[in-house]
DNA sequence: ACCTTCATGATACAGACGTATCATGAAGGT
DNA sequence: ACCTTCATGATACGTCTGTATCATGAAGGT
């Protein structure tokens, strides 16, 4: 057998350079050229290693998601253990407000890629939905801890209260990378959320 | 003077046919010749009446909220009069989650400009941030009409809540239009919001 | 030493796109 | 009747895109 490189790792090369472009540039600049340029090898190495567009943005997709799960579980173990609902709840709020370069792609790349899963019955199988999905069972998970040990109103719908949630990060995401707000507004406004669902408001 | 036609109502129907195609095949199939050939007219017309691809989308960025902006006032004049701050955020609710067609593409089109203007500073002037700003300050004016009348608790702040309210309603709209979440779904999510918003949770 | 297989380079091809150019009906003022 | 101006058609140009093809080092098994 001839030479052999770690494909793995090229492949893992070739999609950081596809969410570096479209990260600068928007994802609709992102070709086969553009991208291999992005990562320093010629237009035939990225035909090599994916052979269409298709399975490019795919892997590359893949490749995001699984690096935004590793980012939120290091978050996570990064807190006292145990560490309270409530914590943890906030640590959510801090990873999804996009603040820094990192989230601010993650955010970027994944209302691009749901956009066009809007239009796209092919698209809208992949983890645009499985993704959030997984994360909202996590946060109806926590929620229900959170009723459990009392912190949350024993009246709330954890799985309502985490869609809304969800649904909420999302949108104030979206608001802070047009520039309609900014990112410590934001968080406020997630965190003021998150305190009125734990606490409910004082009877008047 | 040779014969003349009505200027405005030909800009009108192209814009129309390309919110339809950007409708159906999303914002990236749009094109000169798409969209003439879903107006029924030559691409020299489309070029005419638009000297160039960005003149054509800035028009119909603007007539889309225009129309949208229209709608949104129908709604609230349809309400009998004069109905109580809550009927109202209740109608903006009913109007944000995009069940039936219009409002469905109007939610995909926002989205998919506003995607646009994460990467396009220029872009980012245009009315992503003027129409959704308007809409949360009138937001916010009823919620402080809603706090003068009672029915939104005194420490609340209108401002918060607002923007709290319309990022909500965003999220709750993608997660529509992905097939994550029924029309249904959404709206009670929504629903269920301004109700705790204006009424509080009771204490335990 | 040689041959097979992996990895990479150079280049070509067909189509779509935005834009520009040239031409031509059509209608009203003079 | 004619001529200017508006409105529209046909078509061409250069660029970019995804994909395909052909060629060639490089290295290990035999």
Request: with cysteine; hydrophobic share 45%.
């Amino acid at each position: 057998m001839p030479r052999t490189v770690d494909h793995r790792q090229r492949r893992a090369g070739i999609c950081d350079a596809l969410v570096r472009t479209a990260a600068r540039d928007g994802l609709h600049a992102v070709t086969m050229r553009s991208v291999a340029a992005e990562a320093g090898v010629s237009l035939r190495l990225v035909q090599y290693y994916f052979a269409t567009k298709g399975g490019l943005m795919h892997a590359a997709l893949l490749h995001l998601e699984e690096h935004s799960h590793r980012r939120w579980n290091e978050r996570l173990a990064a807190l006292p253990s145990p560490a309270p609902a409530r914590a943890r709840l906030h640590a959510f709020v801090a990873e999804a407000v996009p603040d820094d370069e990192e989230s601010r792609v993650f955010h970027l790349l994944w209302t691009s890629f749901a956009v066009l899963a809007m239009t796209d019955p092919a698209l809208a199988e992949q983890p645009f939905v499985s993704g959030p999905e997984r994360l909202e069972r996590q946060l109806a998970d926590l929620l229900e801890e959170a009723r459990t040990d009392g912190s949350l109103p024993a009246d709330r719908d954890p799985a309502l209260e985490a869609t809304r949630l969800l649904a909420l990060t999302h949108g104030l995401g979206t608001d802070v990378l047009t520039g309609r707000l900014t990112p410590d507004r934001a968080r406020a406004v997630a965190e003021y959320h998150v305190d009125r669902v734990l606490d409910g408001q004082p009877a008047p």
